[in-house]
């Protein structure tokens, strides 16, 4: 049985790439959220919080490997469990 309450804590910096380096795959088993400036975010690929920016796609570029081109936002990033 799963319990609701052992959800590892959610890491300074982390990917939604399972290639990068940041990726922390238990964290994905659960739902999280990304305040930016306040707001919440759904499109956020990538995120640090002491740094304060988030990385998002941008709608169609692609670099040569045909994977999205990120775009980098600053502001003031929370991230949390729903």
């Known amino acids: 049985m799963n319990d609701t ?3 590892p ?12 380096p940041h990726h922390v795959a238990e964290v994905f088993e659960h739902e999280i959220g990304i305040l ?6 759904f499109d956020v690929e990538e995120y640090c919080i002491s740094e304060g920016w ?5 709608h ?14 600053k502001g003031t990033v929370e991230a949390f469990y729903k």
Do not use: F
Not at 11 to 19: K, T, V, Y
Not at 60 to 70: I, T, V
């Open 5 to 7: 309450n052992s959800r």
């Open 9 to 20: 804590a959610l890491p300074d910096h982390l990917a939604g790439n399972p290639r990068s």
């Open 36 to 41: 930016l400036n306040g707001k919440e975010r």
């Open 54 to 58: 988030v990385k998002v796609a941008s």
């Open 60 to 73: 169609k570029a692609l670099d040569r490997r045909g994977q999205p081109l990120m775009m980098t936002v």
